[in-house]
């Protein structure tokens, strides 16, 4: 985490949620990644420990949207063998996020390097697809879109013909 901290840009908005039997947050907005405060996150990093009291995933799915209020996603990163992954997995993406699993060996720092850098810019944003002669769509508007994800969109040809069938993307891409 602090190999992220430090790699952040300046321009960058960044903020850290930890919880347990409550949310902490280190600060209550997103701020910018100056060098005063990145300083003041990792010594916000260095003090965290492990506390682990609430255990209801329902709870937990709650307290985080509930915190987040939709503002950001939220990326969750699970370490180790013993981490409940596919529950963080469904609470960040239900958050427009992504969840990685850090696994505990020699090159640790480098794996919490990696996600930093998949998730640091994404390609894509306000990504939507529109169909023409389709129904029963699945979800096809997403918030980002990632180096290396996917997206999979379903739905039903209308008649079976594809005929009728025509797609556009638009999105925003920054760079």
Do not use: C
């Not at 960044?14 to 405060?37: D, R, Y």
């Not at 640790?108 to 169909?131: C, I, R």
């Amino acid at each position: 985490m602090l190999s992220i901290l430090s790699d952040l840009a300046e321009d960058d908005l960044f903020g850290l949620i930890m919880f347990s039997g409550q949310i902490h947050t280190w600060k209550p907005e997103l701020l910018k990644a100056t060098e005063g405060n990145v300083e003041e996150a990792k010594t916000f990093v260095k003090r965290i420990t492990a506390e682990g009291s609430e255990t209801d995933p329902v709870k937990i799915q709650q307290n985080v949207k509930k915190a987040i209020g939709g503002k950001f996603p939220l990326y969750s990163l699970g370490f180790g063998f013993d981490v409940s992954f596919d529950f963080l997995e469904k609470l960040s993406l239900e958050n427009k996020g992504v969840a990685r699993r850090i696994y505990e060996d020699s090159d640790a720092d480098l794996q919490l390097q990696g996600f930093y850098k998949e998730v640091a810019t994404p390609l894509l944003t306000d990504v939507h697809l529109s169909y023409q002669g389709v129904d029963k769509l699945t979800q096809s508007t997403f918030s980002q879109y990632y180096n290396g994800s996917e997206i999979m969109v379903a739905g039903h040809i209308i008649g079976n013909s594809l005929d009728i069938f025509t797609n556009e993307v638009t999105a925003s891409s920054v760079r």
